[in-house]
């Protein structure tokens, strides 16, 4: 297993200022201690406490997950547990602002390192998203200015993988948040809502989305917020139905099309499913795709004996294959493994921590939306929740 260490984003960097060092007390403890000791906050704390865990977090954590899932599954627990006052989301940033938004007056949000990111949110900047936004309608309405009672040109979506500030951006403009198992439905409300999609900030997911659906490929393109007007033409933003920002996942992009041939000629038979991050002629060269719950279903449900390569983070493949799905082989298509190490910060100490500071009365971590952003992350949200 293998992975990249990123330097830190902008949102990381800003945390820092504020995160609480880990107390030494914390360091050096043994398994067994640590296990014994979140099961005795966990249940010290009863029903006041609900901890929700990501496929990628890392076994030692996760095992300790009241519900775990991909974004979409756990933003649908938040609501269940109105007697709960703490969440505790053993996942990233983006994530864990979600969880704020949905949750009840009452109830604090925490996650157990402030450090624990996403490059890929980080790539979907709030004054780049404004200036984008601004040159899309100029480019689009220069000749032919929108009526007020037509229909919108353009519907921004972004992906749940981003900031609350970007959620509410696109909330606030009739847009939507999407996850990887509701992207194509979200694509499709989006196309009955309006003539194109300004989709961020994974242009793969986006792509991947799209062409599954039917859009070629000269019918997208693609956004770099660090170009003038996008390193497009108005030429070429009119004649796209989908817009795709220029970002990316660092894991999913570590997987290649010639990974797969290899590990198809290593295993003849095999079958590939990968998730929708990853560039489309890796897609294209995968018997199937979706996302984390897609996959877990599909080798789930496979005949036992079936031999499967499987492309996303390695603590799920490796899940996968040791606990979820044993009467089946399951392999990575990247023999190193791909390792979110960002989503691998939030250790069991950091968990033991903010839990027994629960117990003594202590909010460590605390996650807050601002009330600016709030409302309109939430109506985007609750778009998302309510397309099936």
Known sequence: MSGAIPLLTAYEKGCLAERQPLPDRYIGLSDEEMDARIAAAKAALGRRLVILGHHYQRDDVIKFADYTGDSYKLSHQVAKHPDAEFIVFCGVHFMAESADVLSADHQQVILPDLAAGCSMADMADPEQLEIAWNELQAMLHAESPVRADSKA???????????????????????????????????????AHGEKVLFLPDQHLGRNTAYAMGVPLDEMAVWDPNDVRGGLTADEVR??????????????????????????????????????????????????????????????????????????????????????????????????????????????????????????????????????????????????????
């Open 153 to 191: 040109s353009v519907i921004p979506v972004t992906y749940i993988n981003s900031a609350a500030s970007i959620k509410a951006f696109c909330g606030e403009r009739g847009g939507v948040v999407c996850t990887s198992s509701n992207a194509a439905a979200t694509l499709a409300w989006a196309w």
């Open 239 to 388: 004649r796209a139905r989908i817009i795709l920002w220029k970002g990316h996942c660092s894991v999913h992009t570590r997987f290649t099309a010639r990974q797969i041939q290899q590990v198809r000629a290593q295993h003849p038979g095999i079958r590939v499913i990968v998730h929708p991050e990853v560039p489309w002629d890796v897609v294209q060269a995968a018997d199937e795709a979706g996302s984390t719950e897609y996959i877990i279903r599909q080798v789930t449900s496979s005949p036992p004996g079936s031999v499967w390569a499987v492309g996303t983070e390695i603590h799920l493949v490796n899940r996968l294959a040791d606990e979820v799905a044993p009467e089946r082989t399951v392999l990575s298509i990247d023999p190193f493994g791909c390792l979110c190490s960002t989503m691998f910060r939030v250790s069991p100490n950091h968990l033991l921590w903010v839990l027994e500071g629960l117990v003594d009365g202590e909010v460590h971590n605390r996650i807050v939306v601002p009330p600016d952003q709030k409302h309109w992350t939430k109506v985007a949200l609750d778009r998302m929740l309510s397309i099936s």
